[in-house]
């Protein structure tokens, strides 16, 4: 009888859209589907890369992936401007990584001057949402920034061979980048977005509000998997990183390396464990709000809670 009623039950298929190309950055989950965190789970995730967090947000929205990795600032002006349907379920970043890549034979040391500079760009990053008051508190008229729209992988190779003058990256991806650079015979210099006092948060896990109702178990199994990989990266970076280069071969195991301590500074901190891991304190959470809406002209007393829900975190 057994037998014949077949398996009690099917995992449930996940696709997991990330917001960038698939660096280090990246590893816990990358490594994490091979090491098996979402399968202990009862779910078989599929990882694909992403094309900046804007876009990312819109493939949620549109229901062409079921979880998402993406910037809250980027989540918030989507909701708050044509009401996406999508929650974030999950802080990763507690602060913001934020930055410009710039080559150290260009000249351009701080924000100040970039006045006529070309800068490149994807589609909906979220760069793009904060530079603008970067560049006002630095001194600089956002308004004479040239933004040039490009393809993430292509952006470095454009900024090491000039043909851009600066590039949005998170700050972990300078180790990888730099090393490319070098070979070249330059180096890339980091202008952190925090310098100019952005201590806001940054990426986490996002879904769709009616994914969140209709099957709250899924979520929290989704939730729970994703914590288990992060930490356990955290504990195991080697084997993290070989198998996510597994994975993603053309990432060198090196620069895995690089990109993923980089990153665990900014999931596991003193704030998190302040906080609990994945959920906001709401002093930071209210700044946030502030300087994203500030940044795009959002309303002031808009009610940033509707584009957050941690029900869920373990």
Known sequence: MLLAAGPLSAADEVHLQTDWIPSGEHAMYFGGWTKGFWKDQGIDITITRGYGSG????????????????????LITARAR??????????????SPHSLFVLKSSGIKT???????????????????????????????????VWSNSDASAMAALLISKKIDAAPFFAMHHYYQNKAAKQAGEEIMVL????AGFAIYATGLIAREDLIEENPDLVGRFLTANKNAMEWARD?????CQLH??????VAMDDCMGSLNATLTFVFNDHSAATGLGRHDPERMAFTYEVVADAQDLDAGWDYSQAVDHRYVP
Do not use: C, W
């Open 55 to 74: 876009d990312t947000v819109t493939k949620i929205a549109g229901g062409a992936a079921d979880f998402g990795i993406a910037d809250l600032g980027a």
């Open 82 to 95: 044509v009401g996406v349907p999508v929650k974030q379920i999950m802080q990763t970043y507690t602060h």
């Open 111 to 145: 924000f100040q001057g970039l006045e006529g500079k070309k800068i490149g760009i994807t589609p909906g990053n979220s760069h793009r949402v904060y530079f603008p008051k970067v560049a006002e508190r630095a001194g600089t008229d956002p308004s004479k920034i």
């Open 192 to 195: 952190p977005f925090v310098k």
């Open 236 to 240: 195991n970076r080697e084997e993290a």
């Open 245 to 250: 280069v597994e994975r993603v071969p053309e």
